[in-house]
């Protein structure tokens, strides 16, 4: 049974590979496991029929047999734990890898996303060039201990794991900001990760849905 | 093997429960697992010792055998794994519940992180009074889905799970906000939840170390 999940048919980053649905691509190629995209618009994803899927009206979603889940986080989670690759076989050794998952989504995303609420949603309000100073340090404190705890690792704990996944897939997300770049050790982190066979494979599948959707 | 959590020395919610150990604490009472507490200061937190149990040098850690981990969901998770209790038997069953997990921590936390945000970092700020109002609304957008699935269940996906702790846990964070109250079912859940004996034994536990603090 071959797993559906959903994506933005037009997605608002223009194929730079942020959505959510990138997270889950790239843990289903770094198993191996093959898997069917439906795209919906920004309309669908809020009427009923998607609502049903996902409560909060965004994507992804996962369908596979008789299960549906939709939070990213735990659809990735599914993935690793029913197919080999992305998690350790010794039981601590994937407990401190699950620790890792929650830490990316947890720890680290949240002052992550208030920066993009601050330049999306807040982005003409008159204070945001106040607050962004303010953000940017939250997130500096924040990488710099993800940094110190990295060290000369080439992975959070181990060989690649689903929080390794997770951490890269959220530290993108600070795209040009130039946030990682203070942290030579984190730059190189992402672009190890990047340069996984299996992170090509779902970048350049979800470049190609932009591209269809641009017409190019 | 006794599990060795780390709290608050002296919490700064003053005995509500709402620092990050009574997830933890809650998720070992509703399993029957005893667990020890090692209370740390404000200046142990940030000390090496810890941040070498706790990259981010926060509460909780989780001690267990050679095992130690640091993330609230991953502690509660690794609770739920490894004891009966808390995630249903069924692998789809437990694929959802492990999701409504995620949920709380990654889609209906992050706009209860911001409100904090605001309401404490920001509190003083010119622009806090303007802000409050978009933030609420995000908060009450989120809430109104989430009510909305929850209907008239009592719990979000079948029987009381790892999934409805946690979901409780971060709608708690909402405090006298009154958001909450607005959608009468979900005030119902979160009561419903406190009701629990479990929820009682770890609220007192957690209670007991703010009495103990303060010099009561």
Do not use: C
């Amino acid at each position: 049974m071959t797993p559906t999940i959903t994506a933005f048919k037009a997605s608002p980053d223009r194929g730079r590979g942020l959505a959510r649905d990138m997270r889950v691509r790239w843990a289903f190629e770094e198993v191996g496991q093959a898997y069917e995209v439906r795209l919906v618009t920004f309309e669908e994803m809020k009427a009923p029929a998607h609502m049903g899927l996902h409560p909060f009206g965004q994507i992804p979603t996962y369908e596979a047999g008789g299960l549906a889940i939709f939070e990213s986080g735990a659809i990735v989670f599914q993935i690793a734990q029913t197919h080999a690759g992305l998690l350790p076989a010794e039981a601590d050794a994937r407990a401190r890898a699950i620790n890792w998952l929650f830490a990316a989504l947890n720890t680290v995303e949240p002052p992550i996303l208030e920066l993009q609420t601050a330049l999306l949603a807040e982005r003409d309000k008159p204070w945001t060039q106040e607050r962004l100073p303010m953000i940017h340090d939250a997130i500096h404190v924040r990488l710099g201990q993800l940094s110190a705890r990295l060290a000369d690792a080439d992975w959070l704990d181990g060989a690649f794991s689903v929080g390794d996944l997770m951490m890269v897939s959220v530290l993108q997300r600070l795209g040009s900001s130039g946030l990682v770049a203070e942290f030579p050790n984190l730059a190189a982190y992402v672009a190890r990760a990047e340069a996984r066979p299996a992170y090509r494979r779902a970048f350049e599948a979800q470049y190609a849905v932009f591209l269809a959707a641009s017409g190019g």
